[in-house]
């Protein structure tokens, strides 16, 4: 596991979470992926597939704003990039 990209992740999805400018069903899926990749019990790319999959369901939601879906595609590449490392 590449530590550097697995912490950059996570600080990504915090300031998704703490965001005010995106929906609040935005920052709760950001909040619940840093969860599930916090989960010990799971390997490191089921982790990641389970925030990619939540993290693109919130991408694909027409009330949040570009920004906001500029950010979970960078997220969501990330993840994507770790799950392969």
């Not at 996570?10 to 990749?37: F, W």
Request: glycine content about 4%; overall charge negative; proline content about 4%.
């Amino acid at each position: 596991m590449d530590q550097k990209l697995y912490d950059e992740v996570l600080y990504l999805l915090d300031e998704l979470g703490q965001d005010t400018t995106v929906p609040k069903n935005v920052r709760k899926s950001a909040t619940d992926s840093i969860s599930r990749l916090g989960n010990l019990k799971e390997s490191l790319d089921i982790k990641c597939a389970t925030a990619v999959s939540l993290l693109d369901e919130m991408a694909n939601d027409p009330n949040v704003p570009a920004h906001g879906r500029a950010a979970l595609y960078t997220v969501i590449s990330k993840l994507e990039a770790l799950a392969k490392s």
